[in-house]
Each structure stands twice: as structure tokens, then as C-alpha cells.
């Protein structure tokens, strides 16, 4: 078995990818500005991310972690209808833009990257590739239901390496997993049946006893906008919310897996919808790391 390795966690979050890496490795450090992300990070990994807003950061800050594995999962608001893709001209594109530069003076010896789907046809993606000139690279689209998670979350996977040729193969196909697998029991919270009726054309509502059922992306906004944010669960007790339990499940967070009891629901929505699919990132990992699926 390959000896675990050192992994340094960039835009954070709750700590997606470090629970994605599992037995692989271990993250020695995280960077987030967000405060209630890390303080679900801390509860849950023991370690503290460093709070800084990566537009800031300088080669020095990272280079010891030069030696690591880096993930990246940097703001995806650039590379969006919704956010106006405007790309590199967006001020959030400054703090991925400030890490490449010090991953361009480094050369970690792998750089995964993860984003949403337009961000495969940005002039971001293209300073990543210039920028780690003599990598080699892999790219892929990748939805959790490729996994037999009844989630829909397709995003954009980059692979660098520094030393050898990376492949990024799709998985094969996999037996979908029920919705049922992946909700509690009736309860939570309920639509009014006014709003049913008013946004029941509009909005994906799924019986957990369906074995087509697959939920459509959960974004940070589920929870507060009733539309284009998550879809619905139908049971014994009318229409409801996914609670963030079981957003968390279907992004494949482990069952011990907890935010801190302070968190708001409308932070745990937050952080969960800006997460990420544990699932595929486990593979992606594989592949950074050179190992089988």
C-alpha cells in the first residue's frame, strides 16, 4: 500500500477534499477566509484553517508546502451565467490568480483543481496551463450520478503533475444508488402548500421512493431562494426542504460529519452548497496520486 502523503487544502471550505482523500493522506494545512467554514473545519478535522483571503497570498506563505499535493477549489462566481463570467476580470478571479503565480514559482509536485463547468472554457484555465509549463495534465467533466449518487453536481476536474502524464478516466457505469438511501425520516421543513402550488411548476419535487428520483444541484442559495437553488422532498407530511443532513449525505460527507451547533441553517446551507461531491473527488485524488480507482 502507498504511504499516505501530505496535502495542503486551498479555498477549503468545509474540508471536502480532505475528507475526499481519506486513508490516501492527510491535510497538513487549509486556507479559507469564510469564518463559519472553518469553524466547521475545525470541528471536524482538529485542524484550523489559516483565515486569509488568498488574493493576498505571496509564494512565501505557501512554499512550505512546496512538497505537497495542492487542491484547489477557488470561487466559481467567474465562470458563471449568474455571475456574469467575467472571468479574469472578476475581482474574485485575484485570489486564484495569486496561487497560480505561487504554484508557478514552487511546482508542487501535483495540482488538482476543481470548478464549475464554464470554467473549462476560461482564460483562467488557460493561465493555469501556461503558467505550470512542463506538467502534465488531465481535464474531465464529472457528475456525482456517474458514482450512483442521485444528485446532479457535474463540475470541471483538472489534474497537474509535475513529474509524469496524469489520466482522468470517466468512471464506468455504476448502478444508481435510491434517493431513499439518503433521507431521514418525514420531517423538517415544510413548504406552505400555497407556495407548492404557486412553484410546484418550477421546482423539482421528488418522492424518496421513486428509484428514478435523482435531485438536481444544490446551490448555496437553497433554503433562502425557492427556485433554480435544490429541489424538494415529498413524504407522509407534504413538501419539504433536503435538510443540510442530507445535502451533506448526497455530497458524500461520512455520517459523523457535523457543523457546529452556533451555524444558522442558512450557513449550513451555504457552506454545504458551496462544497463539494466527496465522491468524485476521491477519484480525482486517485488519479492525482497515481493510484487505480
Known amino acids: 500500500m502507498s504511504a499516505p502523503v501530505e496535502v495542503l487544502e486551498l479555498f477549503s471550505g468545509i474540508g471536502a477534499a480532505g475528507v475526499a482523500l481519506g486513508e490516501q493522506g492527510r491535510v497538513v494545512a487549509a486556507f479559507d477566509q469564510d469564518p463559519a467554514a ?51 476580470d472578476d475581482p474574485r478571479s485575484a485570489a486564484l490568480v495569486r496561487v497560480i503565480e505561487a504554484a508557478r514559482q514552487l511546482r508542487p509536485p501535483v ?3 476543481e470548478n464549475v463547468p464554464g470554467f473549462a472554457v476560461s482564460s483562467a484555465r488557460l493561465l493555469v496551463r501556461e503558467s505550470l509549463d512542463g506538467y502534465g495534465f488531465a481535464e474531465a467533466e464529472i457528475c456525482p450520478t456517474a458514482l450512483g449518487v442521485p444528485m446532479r453536481r457535474r463540475r470541471y476536474y483538472m489534474v497537474a503533475t509535475r513529474d509524469r502524464q496524469p489520466t482522468l478516466p470517466l ?24 407556495a ?14 421513486d428509484p428514478a428520483a435523482i435531485a438536481n444541484c444544490f446551490t448555496s442559495a437553497y433554503g433562502n431562494s425557492r427556485v433554480r437553488a435544490g429541489a424538494y ?15 451533506l449525505r448526497l455530497l458524500g460527507f461520512p455520517g459523523d460529519w457535523h457543523f457546529p451547533g452556533d451555524l444558522t441553517a442558512r450557513q449550513r446551507y451555504e457552506l454545504a452548497g458551496n462544497s463539494l461531491s466527496v465522491d468524485v473527488a476521491r477519484w480525482v485524488w486517485q488519479a492525482a496520486l497515481g493510484r487505480d480507482p
Open 111 to 113: 495540482l488538482a483543481l
Open 171 to 194: 468512471p464506468e457505469a455504476v448502478a444508481m444508488r435510491p434517493l431513499s438511501a439518503f433521507v431521514d425520516e418525514p420531517g423538517g421543513d415544510y413548504l406552505p402548500e400555497a
Open 38 to 88: 472553518n469553524r466547521a473545519y475545525v470541528a471536524n478535522f482538529g485542524l484550523a484553517p489559516v483565515a486569509k483571503n488568498l488574493a493576498g497570498i505571496k509564494p512565501r506563505d505557501l512554499a512550505p508546502f512546496a512538497h505537497c499535493p495542492w487542491w484547489l477549489s477557488p470561487p466559481c462566481q467567474p465562470y458563471t451565467v449568474r455571475g456574469a463570467g467575467r472571468d479574469l
Open 233 to 247: 422532498v415529498r413524504d407522509a407530511g407534504g413538501v419539504r426542504l433536503f435538510s443540510p443532513g442530507e445535502v
Open 196 to 209: 407548492v402550488r404557486g412553484y410546484g411548476h418550477s421546482v423539482a419535487i421528488l418522492d424518496a421512493d
